[in-house]
């Protein structure tokens, strides 16, 4: 595996915990803060509120309709250092569950899609893929609290509200997720193991499952030696997945076959998303959680287009 680093360039800073960024065509990236707010960043680093989500916003995506789909993971206890350093230290003592919201960008009106997958409610949804079908999958990476840890799910829900479901259960904090160029594979990363998993589909809502020993019917497809966490994820257009590295701190990409390829090591620890865009995609946007920074990368290889976006 290679090792590189990231030649970045700020495009924002004093973000409250950015994640889940959004290349917008004007040259703007919209954001959460999971600290509570959705935000965009001007190409001139100007910071604005798009909407006060309260909770915990924690990944976005734009959807069929031109509204943001954000998911709220209901929030967190924060430790904030001298040096301004921010992390999330457990569920919030105000924690009253977690949804998937969605934002009108020209109102800033907020509505709740979703809260519950039929009697089981949304512990700590965290990141969010359309497939341009009418539809979403998302994970919900569960929340910590005391001695206790939820066992996380991937669902897939559509965007018109009237229909969700649990796809995959029990995955281990759950956090990225994305589409292969062909649509035919969903892959998911976890946190604390810090490996991905790839689940081939089968249609909307339809995952094939590999049987006993997989936890969850995933295949395993990829991780790294030693200490790593993972956080979200994007696909190139040539199929290799890319996924933020939390500890080391930076980009791990990964060949179709999960083989890692590449370490792009990042200016702090707390690397936690990718995104493509700019012209012919070439250059990714990457959130820089801890000290509240957003980055730009001229990045060696196009990104694959989203529903809904570059398309």
């Avoid at 904030?80 to 921010?86: F, I, K, T």
């Avoid at 001229?298 to 989203?306: E, H, V």
Wanted: charged share 20%; proline share 7%.
């Amino acid at each position: 595996m290679k090792r590189l680093k990231l030649e970045a360039r700020e495009v924002g800073r004093g973000l409250k915990f950015p994640e889940g960024p959004i290349a917008m065509p004007d040259g703007s990236v919209i954001c959460v803060e999971i600290m509570g707010n959705l935000v965009r960043v001007t190409p001139d680093g100007e910071r604005q509120v798009i909407a006060e989500l309260g909770g915990g916003p924690n990944g976005a995506a734009l959807g069929p309709d031109g509204k943001v789909y954000v998911c709220n993971n209901g929030g967190f206890n924060w430790h904030v250092a001298e040096d301004g350093h921010m992390r999330p230290t457990g569920r919030a003592d105000a924690y009253d569950g977690g949804a998937i919201q969605r934002v009108d960008l020209a109102s800033g009106q907020v509505e709740t899609l979703y809260s519950h997958c039929g009697d089981v409610p949304l512990m700590g949804p965290n990141d969010i893929v359309f497939d341009g079908l009418g539809g979403f999958w998302f994970t919900d990476h569960g929340k910590s609290y005391g001695r206790l840890l939820d066992r996380g799910a991937l669902f897939y829900a559509k965007a018109d509200g009237s229909f969700i479901k649990e796809v995959a259960f029990p995955l281990f904090t759950p956090n990225g997720v994305g589409l292969s160029p062909d649509g035919r594979t969903l892959y998911v990363s976890e946190t604390d193991t810090g490996r991905v998993w790839s689940y081939p589909l089968l249609g909307p809502g339809e995952l094939a499952k590999e049987p006993w020993p997989s936890p969850n019917g995933g295949k395993f497809f990829g991780n790294l030696a030693g200490y790593h966490r993972f956080d979200s994820l994007a696909v190139e257009a040539n199929g290799n997945v890319c996924v933020a590295t939390l500890v080391s701190g930076g980009i791990t990409v990964f060949s179709p076959s999960g083989e890692a390829l590449e370490f792009w090591e990042a200016p702090e620890g707390y690397c936690t998303n990718i995104c493509f865009g700019g012209p012919d995609l070439r250059t990714a946007y990457i959130t820089l959680s801890g000290y509240g920074t957003l980055v730009a990368v001229d990045w060696p290889r196009p990104g694959l287009p989203l529903h809904h976006l570059n398309k």
